[in-house]
C-alpha cells in the first residue's frame, strides 16, 4: 500500500528538536502503616507488575560496609523454616524473585511480582526479612566466593585507582574510604552479621517504596504483612560517628607490575544534593565529562588518541558529595592525559561556554531527565531519591530550572569556586 504524498515524512531535513515547557512529574502516594512505617506508592504502568523495596537507613557512619553489606546479601541465603534453594524455588512458582542492594547509607531489598500473586510473594518475602538465620555454610559461602573475586579485582588498576581514590578523601577508617582485605572476610562471623541484622533491619528504620499496578490489594497485603506484626528489632542504630581524614598528600601511585595501563582518577569532595549550587554544577559537570560529547572525551579520546573513554562525576551521599573524573590511558601517555584534564578544568573557569555548546547540554540533560521519569519504576526510584535525603518534590523544579536557565557566567563562577586544580586529589595505578 503506497503513502499518500500528505503523509509521506520529509526525510530530507532534520526534526526540530521540541523541549517542553514544563515536565509534570507524578508524585508518590503517601500512606502509613498501622505499626508506623511509611509507604510511598507510586500507581502506573499497564503491566501486571510489581516492585515493593523496603529501604533501611544507617546515618551513623559508624558500621563498616563490608559489614553491611554482608548481611544484606546474606539476608536471603534461609531462615529458620527454609533454605536458600527453597525461597528462591517458591518465589520462582510464582514468576517472582528478591534483589539486594547496599551502599554505606542504605540497605534494600527489592521484591519483583506480579500483582494477582502479591499476597503469596510479600509473605515469602516477610518470612526472608523477620525470620533470616544466616547459615553457617552460606556464610562460608560468601566470605570464599568474595575473598576469590577480590583477588581478581585487585589485579584491575582501575578498581584499585577508585578504591584509593575514596580512602584518599575519606580516610580508610571512614565507610566511605574503607577498602577490604581478605582477613576482613575472615572475621565475619554469625553472630557479628545477626547482632547487625536485628539492631537494623526493624520498623523504625525504614521506608516502603511500592510502584506498579498497586492494587487495594496489594495496599491491603502490604499493612496486613508489614503493618501489623511487632518486628520486635528496635534497637537505635547510631554508633560513635567516624570523620572523614583526607590525606594531606595530594598525589598518589598505586604501583601495577606488568600494567599496560594506568588509571587514572582525579577528585575531591564536595557539596552534597541538598546545596542550590548542585543543580547548576550539574550543568558544569556534564559539559566537562558528563556525556559522551564533553570536553575531556572530545580533548583526550578524540583529539589525543590516549584512551577510549573519559568521564567525570558529580555524586552524592548522605553525609557527602563528590567530583571524581575517571580515566585508563597507555602507561606512556599518562602524564600528558593527567596535563590535558587540568587544562579542561582551567579552561571552564576562564572561558565562557559557548552557545551552542551550552544547548547541546541543556538538550542532553533534558532528554535524560524525561528518560529518567518514564515508567513506574523510574518514579519510585526518583521519590527514593528525595525522601531519604529528607528533601522535596521542588528538587526537581530546581533542576529543571537550572538545566534551563544555567548562564556561562555562572558556570565560570562555579568552575571557579569549585573546581581549582589545587583543590584536586590524585590517584594513578599502574605504571608511570
Known amino acids: 500500500m503506497k503513502l499518500s504524498a500528505e503523509i509521506t515524512p520529509d526525510r530530507t531535513h532534520i526534526p526540530e528538536i521540541s523541549i517542553p515547557e514544563k515536565i509534570s512529574i507524578p508524585r508518590a502516594e503517601k500512606f502509613t502503616l498501622d505499626n508506623g ?67 554505606p547509607d542504605f540497605s534494600s531489598i527489592v521484591l519483583f511480582t506480579l500483582g494477582k500473586y502479591v499476597n503469596e510473594t510479600l509473605n515469602i518475602f ?21 575473598k576469590q573475586f577480590l583477588r581478581v579485582n585487585k589485579e584491575k588498576v582501575s578498581y584499585m585507582a577508585r578504591k584509593k581514590i575514596s580512602e584518599v578523601l575519606y580516610g580508610a577508617q571512614h565507610p566511605y574510604g574503607y577498602d577490604e582485605i581478605e582477613p576482613d572476610y575472615d572475621a565475619l562471623n554469625r553472630q557479628t552479621l545477626l547482632d547487625f541484622y536485628r539492631n537494623y533491619y526493624h520498623s523504625g528504620n525504614c521506608n516502603i517504596f511500592a510502584a506498579g499496578k498497586i492494587s487495594d490489594t496489594t495496599v491491603k497485603s502490604l ?35 606488568g600494567a599496560l595501563q594506568s588509571a587514572i582518577r582525579i577528585g575531591k569532595r564536595i557539596i552534597d544534593k541538598r546545596h542550590p549550587d548542585f543543580h547548576p554544577l550539574m550543568v558544569l559537570n556534564t559539559v566537562l565529562g558528563g556525556y559522551f560529547g564533553s570536553r575531556l572525551m572530545s580533548n583526550i579520546r578524540e583529539d ?34 593527567i596535563e590535558e584534564i ?59 530550572a537550572a538545566i534551563r536557565s544555567t548562564t556561562p557566567e555562572q558556570m565560570m563562577r562555579l568552575a571557579s569556586e569549585y573546581l581549582a586544580e589545587d583543590s584536586f586529589y590524585e590517584v594513578i595505578a599502574g605504571k608511570m
Not at 563498616?64 to 523454616?81: F, H, M, P, Y
Request: hydrophobic share 35%; aromatic share 10%; charged share 25%.
Open 223 to 257: 499493612n496486613e504483612i508489614f503493618g501489623k506484626k511487632d518486628w520486635l528489632r528496635t534497637k537505635p542504630t547510631n554508633g560513635k560517628e567516624i570523620l572523614f581524614s583526607s590525606d594531606p598528600n595530594k598525589r598518589h601511585f598505586v604501583p601495577k607490575e
Open 126 to 146: 516477610s518470612e526472608v526479612l523477620f525470620e533470616a538465620a544466616y547459615p553457617e555454610n552460606e556464610i562460608d559461602i560468601y566470605k570464599t566466593n568474595s
Open 304 to 337: 589525543k588518541g590516549f584512551t577510549y573513554g573519559i568521564g567525570s562525576m558529580l555524586g552524592s551521599m548522605l553525609h557527602s558529595g563528590f567530583l571524581i573524573i575517571s580515566t585508563e590511558v597507555r602507561s606512556e601517555v599518562t602524564q600528558q592525559a
Open 37 to 103: 512505617v511509611r509507604v510511598y506508592s507510586v500507581n502506573a504502568g499497564t503491566q501486571d507488575v510489581v516492585r515493593i523495596e523496603i529501604v533501611f537507613t544507617d546515618k551513623s557512619t559508624s558500621h563498616d560496609s563490608l559489614l553491611i553489606t554482608a548481611v544484606n546479601k546474606l539476608i536471603r541465603e534461609g531462615t529458620a523454616q527454609h533454605s536458600a534453594l527453597e525461597i528462591s524455588e517458591m518465589l520462582d512458582f510464582y514468576g517472582a524473585y528478591l534483589e539486594t542492594e547496599s551502599n
Open 342 to 400: 587540568y587544562k579542561e578544568l582551567k579552561r571552564l573557569s576562564a572561558e565562557p561556554v559557548p552557545a551552542h555548546e551550552l544547548q547541546m547540554v541543556r538538550n542532553y540533560m533534558l532528554g535524560m531527565f524525561m528518560r529518567n521519569i518514564d515508567g513506574a519504576f523510574h518514579l519510585s526510584d526518583r521519590c527514593k531519591s528525595i525522601i531519604l535525603f529528607d528533601m522535596d518534590y521542588d528538587y526537581y523544579d530546581k533542576h529543571l
